[in-house]
């Protein structure tokens, strides 16, 4: 006979703040709002100081483990060449054996009715059916955009000309109820077809469809077409559920050790800029001081969290956005990036103290989600990463749109085009790929004191408003994911 209890959910998580930290808010939802406990399975790869601290504001019946190291040294040539998805994809297939394991041992000591692998983990649904039929489902961090590039992706590769690229396509890549993304804009690694990267992710996206249902972390008003889209059942897709915006809340993102909440305290209302790109985007050198110049231009308050440039080629080379590599820092849980002890080193002489009445510079990490929800912030600047979107529109903060890598220019457009709840600043052919001062300053001045800036805050107030109804009982996520656990009740 099976083990009584409630019903438990075992998670795994993909190596990275942005993949871990979604994985948890889902297990601690359904821990509070449904009564199921979990374990979370994370890599060894990430068993960081900053990733562990998170993980233990979890409540008691969500267990965390880490998984087994596994060789990955023969992806690691000399300079770490290998793509991050390819490190990703490898850890996670080279753990099939021990996510068999581990799901065998809780099957014996817990009534496991689901297991759930995140957007780089499909082959690990293997390990669901060899330890004896456990359901596997995936959870999708990013959003309907995204998974219907991947669910297309077979197809849109079958119809790709031979020796061309998506951004070669005449015309943008248009997904069914979802915005059309111009291929230049697409997932990052799929901008070379002879990657391993590119391979990966065609390789995923066969493998989705082995999952039972598909959990994503975005809401039918954030994008309404692509919704109605996935909202009926198809016998060549698993089902989709939209579940979020399952984002960090406040109060679980590390303490004030920069002291710039302390800072925000001390601002008026709605008044200062956060910028932010993520866990592991940094600029350029060059493009680090053009910022830094805009800022200062636009003569607005800013909290900025300051990255080291990355440290090859040469850190003057001209900006391409599409090279802005996270590298290692998926790795490190953000915020401890290889050498960044010092990035303010980096910015114009004399700019931290020039700037001192209205900016704060702090290095490498901020408590993103408190600062979000300060009412001093007033606008983001944001690489677009997903997580750092739905926490921008769970606290109904316009944003100013600087994609660099994975999903996050189609992200963008998005954004800008659909959603309307973001700005771009100009980028002139003049100015070798890169933003300039002075469109810094013009998106900032826009954003913060503008009419464009006026109806993205506008829409996203709507839109927080929807997102915070729909998490509430009756709402459409909470009632979707309630939909799922009563199926892993049943199965
Ligand atoms: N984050 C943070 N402080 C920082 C930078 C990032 O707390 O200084 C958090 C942010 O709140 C978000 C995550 O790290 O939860 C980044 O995830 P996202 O998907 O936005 O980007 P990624 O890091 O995966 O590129």
Redesign the pocket.
Known sequence: TSPRGPPHVALLSSP????V?PVAELARRLHAEHGLTCTILTFASSDTPAQRAYLATLPPPITTLTLPSVPLTDLLPSAGAAAIETLLSVEAQRSVPAITSTLRRLKSTTRLVAYVADLFGADTLQAARDAGGVPGFLFFPSNLLMLSLMLHLPRLHAALPAGLEFRDLPDPVTLPGCVPVPGADLLQPLQDRASDAYRWMLHHAGKYRDAKGILVNTFDAAEPGAAAVFRDDEPWRPPVYPVGPVT?QTGN??DDATGCVAWLDAQPDGSVLFV?L????ALPLAQTRELARGLEASGHRFLW?VRSPPPTPSADDKVDNNSSN?GESYYDG??SRNGDDDPLRFLPPGFVDRTKEVGYVVP??????RVLAHRATGAMLT?C?????L?SVARGVPMVAWPLY?EQRQNAVMLCEETRVALRPKVRGDGGGMVLAQDVAEVVEEVMRGEKGERARARVAELQETARKGLQPGGASYETLAHVVSIWRKD
């Not at 993520?278 to 985007?281: I, K, M, P, V």
Request: proline share 6%; glycine share 30%; hydrophobic share 30%.
């Open positions: 990275g703040m942005g993949h930290a960090r993102d590390g932010s993520g866990s592991g985007g969290v996270p953000g915020g490498s990490w901020a408590p993103q989600a690489h990463g997903w997580n750092s979107v926490e994975a």
